[in-house]
Nanobody, 121 residues
Framework: QVQQVESGGGLVQAGGSLRLSCAAS????????MGWYRQAPGKQREMVAT???????NVADSVEGRFTISRDNAKNTVYLQMNSLEPEDTAVYYC???????????????WGQGTQVTVSS
């Protein structure tokens, strides 16, 4: 069994900052790519930022220069530092990880439960 637990969401004023964390636990052999996605009301889920095990990152144009993704492989944790937040960043944020479980050889995608980020103007 694998779980991902998110933390760090909340309410912040425009221009403020938040840091999201997502820790994976359970029967994990290897964590490959990790990432953050978000879904605003009435919109489709979209990629915010991803990071592979070697550290290379990919960030959506809408958050480039404001959001930074990082990971701590020893803690099986991925972070999203969000600065200069805008009301348009309001959404439920979900972490995602491609994980190979112990005793298997294939990768599966696991999602966190989601954390609400609300940015007031």
């Amino acid at each position: 069994q694998v779980q991902q637990v998110e933390s760090g969401g909340g309410l912040v004023q425009a221009g403020g900052s938040l840091r999201l964390s997502c820790a994976a636990s359970g029967s994990i052999l290897k964590i490959n790519g990790m990432g953050w996605y978000r879904q605003a009301p009435g919109k489709q889920r979209e990629m915010v930022a991803t990071i592979i095990s070697g550290g290379s990152t990919n960030v959506a144009d809408s958050v480039e220069g404001r959001f930074t993704i990082s990971r701590d492989n020893a803690k099986n944790t991925v972070y999203l530092q969000m600065n200069s937040l805008e009301p348009e960043d309001t959404a439920v944020y979900y972490c995602n990880a491609n994980i190979t479980r112990t005793g298997t050889w294939w990768k599966s995608a696991y999602w966190g439960q989601g954390t609400q980020v609300t940015v007031s103007s």
